[in-house]
């Protein structure tokens, strides 16, 4: 079945240093969504990309899908304190399946 | 915000005991998620339910059980709780197609 891969499962950076995580899936996606869980707390949609090769930014935060849309990233640029957390790829092969999620990243931020 | 709700939010109880977790939306979405997940761990999608009365299993096999008898309610049954059972359970639900999927708060059950 679709599998979906995501690095690095730690990263510990200093305030205001970038941040990159990586989402790979072994077969095309019809889409895939992005999922910051904070220490204590339940996943919470960031972003959903459907376009191959497609970018979008949320303030410090930018994602990519990548042109064969088997592949993602999340890149943080300078980060914050207020960004520590688990940050979760989930890939979508079409509307009637479930979301595969990646096993996350957890970003620890020391300032 | 999303209204998605899950009780009890934390639950210890003995071996042996049947639980059942609770999750109701508000949203009319007709698909429905439980996912286990250790502290600090991935996602497990142990059911999930695409409209009433339907149900499947999800990737990670689990003793547990579930019902989708209303659009708003998708119960979790254990019928014989165990130690193995320890983790918290997240119920979540999203709407029709590709759209983002909304979790509730979560039960940290913990079996003696």
């Known amino acids: 079945g679709q599998q979906v891969m995501q690095i690095p499962q730690y990263q510990h950076v200093q305030e205001g240093e970038d941040f990159t995580t990586y989402c790979n899936s072994s077969t095309t996606l019809s889409n895939i969504q992005w999922y910051k869980q904070r220490p204590g707390g339940h996943p919470v949609f960031l972003i959903q990309l459907v376009k191959s090769g497609e970018v979008k930014k949320q303030k410090r935060l930018t994602f990519q899908f990548g042109e064969a849309k088997k592949n993602s990233s999340l890149h943080i640029t300078a980060t914050q304190t207020t960004d520590v957390g688990t940050y979760f790829c989930a890939g979508g092969q079409n509307s009637g399946y479930a979301l595969n999620f990646g096993k996350g990243t957890s970003l620890l931020v020391t300032p | 915000e999303a209204d998605i709700y899950q009780t009890p939010r934390y639950l210890v109880i003995g071996t042996g005991k049947k639980i059942t977790l609770e999750c109701s939306q508000t949203?009319?979405?007709?698909?429905m998620y439980w996912y286990q997940q250790d502290p600090g761990m991935e996602l497990h999608l142990i059911h999930y339910?695409?409209?009433?009365?339907?149900?499947e299993k999800g990737d990670l096999s689990s003793e547990s059980t579930v019902s989708r008898i209303r659009t708003e309610h998708f119960p979790l049954t254990l019928e014989s709780a165990r130690p193995s059972h320890t983790s918290q359970y997240l119920c979540?639900?999203?709407?029709?197609?590709?759209?983002?999927?909304?979790f509730g708060d979560g039960t940290r059950l913990s079996i003696l």
């Open positions: 949203m009319g979405h007709d698909k």
């Open positions: 339910s695409y409209g009433v009365n339907s149900t």
């Open positions: 979540a639900s999203s709407g029709q197609g590709n759209q983002p999927q909304h």
